[in-house]
């Protein structure tokens, strides 16, 4: 099938995906990080302190993330979206209007649970479920909601700071959540399948099999895969978390560097379609290994580089990489495992991605305030990433 006519006859579906991934923006790091140095400045707050804060609330939305990512096992999309919209802008309000540090972990638990887990979690399963031969594709469809925010709500966001309280746009952002929730009820009047519960799935995985959780993690393959997996959440989490300080030690403007972030985008959209058409003709094993090389490099680059365009060419790497893992890590499980009890396998996934992005804040801020700049600390990091891609090869050559 051409891809026009893959975009017309699946286009609602396809734009809930992408409705769903854009709406997680609000408690993504990317999101959270413009407002690092307002609430460090009112709560009288280190890097160290408010990296802590937000790995704890980050940790125990990975928790709860474990059992509530079964969840899209055993109710429709549109309905748990709607539900997580709604809780979720219940979470914008509460850091619209949080009272002291000892409520900061909370909000940004419900923050990260409601954006960054389950409604990327639902949009992911959802596309991985309903497309088969064209998954790769759907994903890279769907997860342009997320780049879209990723390269345009920084920029809306920083602006705004300069006129309205931070308080103030939190609440702009409970009103925007609440505003997708019609529009996704509208795009999935039906949804693509009618057996869009797990009863309906029937595509096998390894040993042409359906994998139940308990069995997946009894296998090696799922944990020899961790660092991969784990690798963009913590170090492209802790890249955003810590892009106030970076911009500080580096000498750069920060509004000079947010404008930078659609370059990240554009690549993160290109690298996304080109991986979502090779992993329909290729599939997950022969891409897996070598598709973080550009974010060890990317790290390199914005370590020692001393210039904006420094960090143009590292968000272009950045890009390159945020592309693979978008369409990759949403087929993976499948291509493994099996769609029968896909929910609830990614639930384990997102929980240990959403973990990585717990790390990455905590670690960098402490040894921040030890007196290690973060840009120094990337040198190690870059080392790390490529570590994980040689595991990884290791692991696809004996699958």
């Known amino acids: ?125 959802a596309m991985a479920r309903w497309f088969v031969a064209a998954r790769g594709r759907a994903l890279a469809i769907a997860t342009l909601g997320f780049s879209f925010g990723e390269a345009f709500l920084p920029m809306i966001f920083v602006g705004l700071l300069t006129v309205m309280a931070w308080r103030e746009l939190w609440v702009v952002a409970a009103i925007a959540s609440l505003a997708i929730i019609p529009v996704v009820m509208a795009l999935l009047r039906s949804e693509r399948t009618p057996q869009s519960i797990t009863a309906g799935d029937n595509q096998t995985g390894l040993e042409n099999r359906h994998w139940t959780r308990r069995e997946t993690l009894r296998h090696w393959l799922f944990w020899t895969l961790i660092p991969m997996v784990t690798a963009p959440s913590i170090f492209g989490t802790a890249l955003f978390f810590q892009q106030v300080h970076l911009t500080e030690t580096k000498g750069w403007d920060h509004t000079g560097f947010v404008t930078l972030f659609p370059i990240f985008t554009g690549t993160t959209i290109a690298s996304m379609f080109v991986f979502g058409w090779a992993i329909d003709r290729f599939g997950c094993r022969r891409l897996l290994a070598w598709f973080q090389v550009p974010m ?31 369409t990759l890590f949403g087929a993976m499980w499948a291509e493994f495992y099996g769609t029968r009890h896909l929910g609830a396998i990614k639930s384990l996934a997102t929980a240990l991605m959403v973990f990585g992005s717990a790390i990455g804040p905590g670690v960098t801020g402490l040894l921040i305030d030890l007196g290690f700049p973060f840009h120094v600390q990337m040198l190690g990091y870059a080392a790390y990433i490529m570590a994980g891609c040689m595991l990884t090869w290791v692991a696809m050559r004996r699958v």
């Open 296 to 326: 060890a490099l990317a790290y390199l680059t914005l370590s020692l580089g001393t210039t904006l365009s420094a960090a143009a060419v590292g968000f272009f790497l950045m890009g390159l990489m945020q592309g693979g893992g978008a």
């Open 1 to 125: 099938m051409r891809f026009g006519d893959f975009l017309f006859l699946n286009k609602r579906w396809l734009g809930a995906g992408a409705v769903m991934s854009f709406s997680s923006s609000f408690g993504q790091t990317f999101f959270i990080s413009i407002f690092a140095g307002a609430l460090m400045a009112e709560f009288g707050l280190s890097d160290g302190e408010w990296g802590g804060i937000y790995s704890l609330g980050t940790t125990a939305s990975a928790i709860v993330m474990v059992y509530g990512g079964t969840l899209t096992d055993r109710f429709r999309a549109r309905y748990l979206a709607a539900a997580v919209l709604v809780l979720l802008a219940g979470a914008c309000l509460f850091m619209a209007r949080v009272p002291g540090v000892w409520a900061l972990p909370f909000a940004v638990f419900l923050l990260r649970f409601t954006g960054q887990g389950m409604l990327n979690h639902i949009a992911v399963v």
